[in-house]
């Protein structure tokens, strides 16, 4: 196949606190979030021409047929724009697979902003938030990145004015979960509550400038998630031990799991938690956060000159 190529970065996510209020009537969660997305990427290679959407990608896990929501995302785009023309995908994994970090959306999100460069759409991300959001929940996400509040579904996002800088130490434990099995699990042990109001209170903070507060964030589907995996439940003890006893900030679940992260102000702490969860045979990652400015310039190379930008 011969035609235009884009070499596109897509980032993984994590959740920094991840409250469930409650079921809609579409049978989504009404989410509060806040969505984070840090320097672990896959790289997703667009080439235009034929008249197919195909996908490839070098994990075995990755379906590459309609399940695979890059697939989704070429197609929704191509019938939204009126195009006939195909599209050759090609993902190179780093991101876990079904772990939580958004990997699948932030793909999804990245033939997005590509094939609205390629094909000269203009929608830019305000254009293409339409077509993300009926692909996934966490796809509108990941046309913005940074540090975004994710309400509604997790699709209404809006950027904090503090962006979070932390170091960031990630562990995969190689058990993908599904966020459909989470979220049914939520339903059985969800009673109306009250608002616990602990996002609002992290980003009121933030905005007093007290600084950041992630002692009060926690994730409303770690219980539901290890319900679901409960193989899983002696390793996330073993991964939160080694991230506290090292001095993270934060020590969670992302999404609905299994990856688990921690957060730490201070790089040579997450360079011994890296080594000592290595060390203890896990499959891990450090890296850092990725600001709205990081994340917005990273994505203006990769496009090039003329590209539209993340909002
Ligand atoms: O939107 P996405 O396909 O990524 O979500 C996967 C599944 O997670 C949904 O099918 C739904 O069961 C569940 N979900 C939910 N509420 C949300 C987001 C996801 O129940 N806000």
Redesign the pocket.
């Known amino acids: 196949m011969s035609g235009r190529v884009l070499r596109l970065p897509s980032f993984a996510k994590i959740n920094l606190g991840l409250e ?1 209020l409650g ?2 009537q579409d ?5 509060r979030t806040i969505f984070q997305t840090i320097d672990l990427r896959d790289d997703v290679e667009i080439r235009s021409g034929g008249g197919d959407v195909t996908v490839r990608c070098d994990h075995p896990g990755v379906p590459t047929g309609q399940q695979n ?1 890059a697939w989704r995302a070429a197609s929704e785009l191509r019938r939204y724009a009126k195009r006939t023309g195909g599209v050759e995908i090609r993902i190179t994994k780093r991101i876990p697979v079904a772990g939580g970090m958004g990997g ?2 932030s793909n999804a999100a990245a033939v997005l902003l590509g094939l609205d460069r390629l094909w000269r759409l203009g929608l830019g991300p305000e254009g293409l938030h339409t077509v993300a959001r009926r ?5 509108p996400y990941f046309l913005m990145g940074g540090t975004a509040l994710g309400l ?4 209404e996002v809006y950027p904090l004015w503090r962006q979070v800088r932390v170091h960031v130490v990630v562990a995969d434990p190689g058990r993908p979960i ?3 099995a ?3 699990r ?1 339903d059985r042990s969800l009673t109306p509550r009250e608002n616990s109001n602990r996002i609002f209170r992290f980003i009121s903070r933030d905005l007093e400038g007290k600084g950041t507060a992630f002692p009060i964030l926690a994730n409303d589907l770690e219980e539901a998630a290890l319900e679901e995996a409960p193989d899983l439940a002696e390793q996330v003890r073993r991964i939160r031990g080694i991230l506290v006893r090292e001095g993270a900030v934060s020590a969670s679940l992302s999404g ?1 799991g299994s990856s688990f992260f921690g957060l730490f102000d201070d790089l040579q702490r997450a360079r011994r938690a890296h080594a000592d969860l290595a060390a203890e045979g896990f499959s891990a990652y450090r890296g850092r956060t990725l600001s709205l400015d990081q994340y917005r310039s990273l994505w203006r190379r990769a496009l090039g000159p003329q590209g539209r930008r993340p909002r």
């Open positions: 469930v079921v809609r049978g989504y969660h009404e989410l929501l699948g959306s692909i996934g929940a966490d796809v509604g579904r997790g699709d599904s966020t459909a989470v979220f049914g939520v609905s």
